[in-house]
C-alpha cells in the first residue's frame, strides 16, 4: 500500500488552517508510526470523543515494521481535517514514551498487488517453516469497510440467492450486531475487521473479537480435527509436507520453504490464522507470533498460558472459572453467526474480484474492437496514400517534368528574343541620339542662315534707299544744294500698343 503525499498538502499543512476550502479540500489524514503497544481502545482514548464524532472512518494498517502501525483517518470536513492536523501534529502517544503523533495529509492511496510466486523469496522469519508477515492487501477499500451479511438463520444446503445490482446491504458490527455506516464512526483495525468506535472502545482486550471466538473455536476442536496428512494436499501445488491450513475457510496451503501457498492465501483474503497439520499449532500472521497456547482471562482480561494437550502444565488461577452452558450456546450461535457473516463477507469479496475481471475483459475487448476499427482506417488510409503517391509518380509527375522542359525551351527563346530586341533598341537609342544631334546643329544653322538673310534684307535696303535718292537728288539739281536728310526715329513700342487698344 502506497501513500502518496504531495507538495501542495505540504504547503497547506504548513499554512495551516487558515488555507481556503477552494484552494483544497483533503479530508484523509495519515498517523505515522503509531507504537504497537497502543490497542484500537487505547487509540480511541488517545485521539478523544470530539475526533470520533470528526471522523467517519479509522482505518489501522500494518508497515513494514512490527512494532509500528499507520492510522488512517477519514474526516467528514476538510475544515476539521485541518485543524485536527495542526493541533495533533507534534504530541506525544504517552508521557513515558518518546514517540510523537506524526499527522500528514494523504492525496491518495494505492492498493498493489502481490504475486503469490514472489514470497516465497523473502527472508525467513524467527520461526521454522512459517511464511513471513510482510504482505500487500488488494482490495482493501481506503475509505469504506468491506461489506459483509450477517446471517438471521443456521446454515443451510441451499444456495444463497444472488444479491440485488441496484441494492447494497450495509454491513453490520459483530459486536451490537448494529447497520455500520460513516455517520456511526467506523474502525478497521489490523486484521480488516470493522467495527463501530463506542463498541470496539469498550471491548477490554488487546486483541479483535472476531479473531479471538474463530481462534478460540479452532482451539477447542484441535484434538479432533478432521484432516489427514495422508489425505491432504495444497490446494495449489499439490505438495503433501508443510502443510497449513487457514482457521477461518479451511484452505490448505504450502508452508514458505516450499511454494508459500499458505502465506499468499493470507495475502489474498486477510485472514490471519493458520494451523501446520503436523504439529497443530497455530499461527498469527498479524501478531507475527504462535497463539494457540494463549487465552484471555474472563475476570481481569489478562493473557494467560493454555494447557498443554497432554494437561500436563498447571492450570492457570483463572481457569476454574465454571461458565455456563447457556452462555456457551449463546457464544456457539454467534460465532456461527459471525463465521456466517465472515464467508458471505468472502463470498462477497470474491464476486466482486470476478466482476471487476469481466469488466477489465469486457473493457479489453471494447478497447481491441476501438484498436482494431483504427487500425482498419488507417490501413485504409495508407491505401488510398499509396494510390495518390503512384498516381503521382508515374502520371502528375512526369506531365509536370515535360510542362516544365517546354517552359525552359519557351524561356531561353524569350531571352534571345528579349537580348536582340535590347541590342536592337541600344541602336535605336544611338542613332536617334545622332540624329538630335544633327537637327540641333542644322537649326543652328537655320537661325544663322536667318540671322544672315535679315541683316543682307536691311542692306539691301539701304542700298535702294540711297539708289533711288541719288537719282532724286540728280533730278532737283541745286535746288537740295546746303540741304539735310533725316531719317525718323521708329515708333516705340508703347506708342504701338496704344494704338493697337484704340483699335
Not at 179 to 207: A, Y
Not at 287 to 299: E, F, L, M, N
Request: aromatic letters at 6%; a negative charge.
Amino acid at each position: 500500500m502506497l501513500i502518496l503525499r504531495s507538495e501542495e498538502e505540504a504547503e497547506m499543512a504548513r499554512r495551516g488552517p487558515l488555507a481556503s476550502q477552494a484552494e483544497y479540500d483533503c479530508t484523509t489524514l495519515c498517523i505515522l508510526a503509531v507504537p504497537s503497544y497502543m490497542s484500537a481502545s487505547d487509540l480511541l482514548g488517545f485521539v478523544g470523543e470530539a475526533t470520533m464524532d470528526d471522523v467517519s472512518h479509522f482505518r489501522m494498517i500494518r508497515t513494514a515494521r512490527a512494532n509500528r502501525y499507520m492510522v488512517l483517518m477519514k474526516f467528514r470536513s476538510g475544515k476539521k481535517a485541518r485543524e485536527w492536523q495542526k493541533e495533533w501534529n507534534g504530541k506525544v502517544f504517552n508521557s513515558m514514551e518518546p514517540e510523537t503523533c506524526h499527522v500528514v495529509f494523504v492525496k491518495s492511496v494505492e492498493i498493489q498487488g502481490v504475486d503469490p510466486d514472489a514470497q516465497g523469496s523473502n527472508p525467513p522469519g524467527q520461526q521454522a517453516s512459517l511464511p513471513t508477515t510482510s504482505v500487500q492487501r488488494p482490495g482493501v477499500s481506503s475509505t469504506s469497510p468491506q461489506p459483509s451479511t450477517l446471517a438471521a438463520a443456521p446454515l443451510s444446503t441451499k444456495p444463497l440467492a444472488p444479491p440485488t445490482p441496484s441494492l447494497i446491504e450495509l454491513p453490520t458490527c459483530p459486536v451490537c450486531l448494529e447497520r455500520m455506516d460513516e455517520t456511526t464512526g467506523l474502525l478497521t483495525i489490523i486484521c480488516q475487521h470493522v467495527f463501530h468506535c463506542t463498541c470496539l472502545q469498550k471491548w477490554k482486550g488487546s486483541g479483535c473479537p472476531v479473531c479471538r471466538y474463530t481462534q478460540d473455536d479452532f482451539r477447542k476442536t484441535s484434538q479432533g480435527f478432521p484432516f489427514d496428512d495422508g489425505n491432504v494436499e495444497c490446494s495449489v501445488c499439490h505438495s503433501d509436507v508443510n502443510l497449513w491450513v487457514c482457521l477461518i475457510c479451511g484452505n490448505v496451503g504450502c508452508g514458505r520453504y516450499d511454494g508459500a501457498h499458505a502465506f499468499a492465501h493470507y495475502s489474498q483474503t486477510s485472514h490471519a490464522f493458520a494451523m501446520d497439520l503436523s504439529t497443530q499449532r497455530v499461527w498469527d500472521y498479524i501478531g507475527d507470533a504462535y497463539v494457540h497456547r494463549i487465552i484471555q482471562s474472563k475476570t481481569d482480561g489478562k493473557l494467560v498460558e493454555l494447557p498443554a494437550a497432554d494437561n500436563s502444565a498447571l492450570d492457570p488461577p483463572d481457569w476454574t472459572d465454571a461458565v455456563p452452558r447457556e452462555k456457551l450456546e449463546n457464544m456457539s450461535v454467534e460465532y456461527t453467526h459471525l463465521l456466517t457473516s465472515q464467508l458471505e463477507s468472502q463470498r462477497a469479496y470474491f464476486e466482486g474480484i470476478l466482476e471487476r475481471a469481466v469488466d477489465k475483459a469486457s473493457q479489453a475487448s471494447t478497447a481491441a474492437t476501438s484498436a482494431q476499427e483504427a487500425a482498419d482506417t488507417a490501413t485504409a488510409t495508407l491505401h488510398s496514400l499509396e494510390a495518390q503517391h503512384l498516381k503521382l509518380t508515374s502520371e502528375v509527375i512526369p506531365s509536370l517534368e515535360r510542362d516544365k522542359a517546354r517552359a525552359e525551351k519557351r524561356a531561353e527563346k524569350f531571352e534571345t528574343m528579349a537580348r536582340k530586341m535590347e541590342r536592337e533598341w541600344r541602336e535605336e537609342k544611338t542613332m536617334n541620339e545622332s540624329l538630335m544631334a544633327r537637327i540641333e546643329h542644322l537649326t543652328s544653322e537655320v537661325e544663322a542662315l536667318k540671322a544672315s538673310n535679315l541683316d543682307l534684307a536691311e542692306q539691301n535696303r539701304d542700298l535702294t534707299f540711297f539708289i533711288s535718292g541719288s537719282e532724286k537728288l540728280k533730278n532737283q539739281g541745286d535746288e537740295v544744294v546746303q540741304g539735310t536728310v533725316s531719317v525718323p526715329d521708329p515708333p516705340s513700342s508703347s506708342k504701338k500698343k496704344g494704338k493697337g487698344r484704340k483699335r
